[in-house]
Each structure stands twice: as C-alpha cells, then as structure tokens.
C-alpha cells in the first residue's frame, strides 16, 4: 500500500525486463512526486539511466500542444522505455502522445483496475504493479475470501484487502514459533526482511 515501496519494486521490474534509459512523465501533485522520488532513487541505485524527466504542469485536455510536447521531449531524449509517475486523468491524456510501440509503466497510482472499458481505452498496453485482489480474481487465495458487501471506493478496498492478509499473518505468526511467516496473501507475496514485512507485487498490463 506504499507508493514509495512500490515505486521501488516497478524499477526493480523494468531493469528486469531489460530496459535501460527511462523518460519520466511527472505531474507536480504530491503523490506523483513520491512515486518520482521512489522510482528516480532505485533506478540510478541499480544501474538505470534517466534519459529525461518531463513535467507535465498543463490542465488536462486544454489543448494538443503539451501533449505534442510530450512526443518531441521522449523522441529526442534516445528512451526506451516512459514511466508514468501520473495520476489516471492525466495518463488518459498523455498516453496517445507517446511514440507507438514504446513500452510503458505506471504504479498503481494510474491504474483504476474497476474502471470500464471505455475509461480504461486510452491506457492500454501500459504494464505496472498491483496486489492479486484485483488482477488475479482467480488466484485460489483471493477466491477463498469474499469480496465488499457494498462497492468501495478503490483505496478503501485496498484497505480491506490489506485487513484479510493482516489477519492470515497473525494466525501464522501465533502458530509458529521460530520459523520465518511467509505468505502468500490477497495484497502480494508478504515475507518477513529483518524486522518488517515487505510485499512483491504482481506485474500486470492493461489490455483490451
């Protein structure tokens, strides 16, 4: 539920898929700056090189020009790979704007995963990070616990799924003793680092 740590673990995953230098689209809102930061510091740690950071300060849909901005900034910057560090409404505006076939990541920040098809059209092919709850309905864990009685705004379900994995590792944890909890939880493989959990995400990529 950390957008720091999961910044972290996108550079991770896109050094691991091979790519080398990334063009960073950033809004200025709090948030995105973070998911800059968390991304920005764990790329150059692990070898990554930063082709280009372009902000993105205009009012979403005002006009074509940032977005025309956006192509010639990526185009000349020699990436291969952008990173979205954006919330939704800006992605579906820059997302069209970016050269065809380049490859592209975002947190879960951009990701509305009970968004329509329709609201999720400008998106497609982009690839991030998100818990198993809501990309793997079918995975035996998430199918074995039921969902809201009532639809929840998405970081409130984040929540809740947060509270089922937080509720399996006290039963582990009170049922061993010396043997390190590891599960595999409804927000992601949780596993003891020393003396704090940390999760691993699963990859997923927006299509159709």
């Not at 809102?29 to 764990?42: C, D, I, P, T, W």
């Not at 020699?78 to 560090?85: H, N, P």
């Amino acid at each position: 539920l950390s957008l720091d740590w999961e910044a972290r673990l996108l550079a991770r995953t896109v050094m691991q898929d091979g790519f080398k230098r990334i063009a960073v689209i950033a809004s200025t809102s709090g948030l995105a700056k973070r998911v800059q930061e968390g991304f920005e510091r764990e790329w150059l740690r692990i070898g990554g090189e930063i082709a280009a950071r372009i902000p993105f300060n205009a009012a979403v849909g005002s006009d074509s020009a940032e977005g025309h901005r956006i192509t010639m900034a990526i185009e000349k910057s020699g990436a291969d790979v952008t990173l979205l560090a954006v919330d939704l409404k800006v992605a579906r505006f820059a997302r069209p704007y970016l050269p065809p076939g380049m490859p592209v990541y975002a947190t879960s920040m951009t990701i509305d995963p009970r968004g329509d098809q329709v609201e999720n059209l400008d998106i497609d092919s982009v690839r991030f990070l998100e818990m198993p709850w809501f990309v793997q309905p079918d995975h035996p864990g998430v199918m074995a616990y039921s969902k809201p009685g009532e639809p929840m705004p998405i970081d409130i379900e984040r929540l809740y799924a947060l509270g089922i994995d937080a509720w399996r590792l006290a039963q582990l944890m009170a049922s061993q003793d010396k043997a390190t909890p590891a599960l595999d939880g409804v927000t992601g493989r949780i596993a003891l680092d020393g003396r704090q959990f940390v999760r691993t995400l699963t990859p997923a990529e927006m299509r159709d």
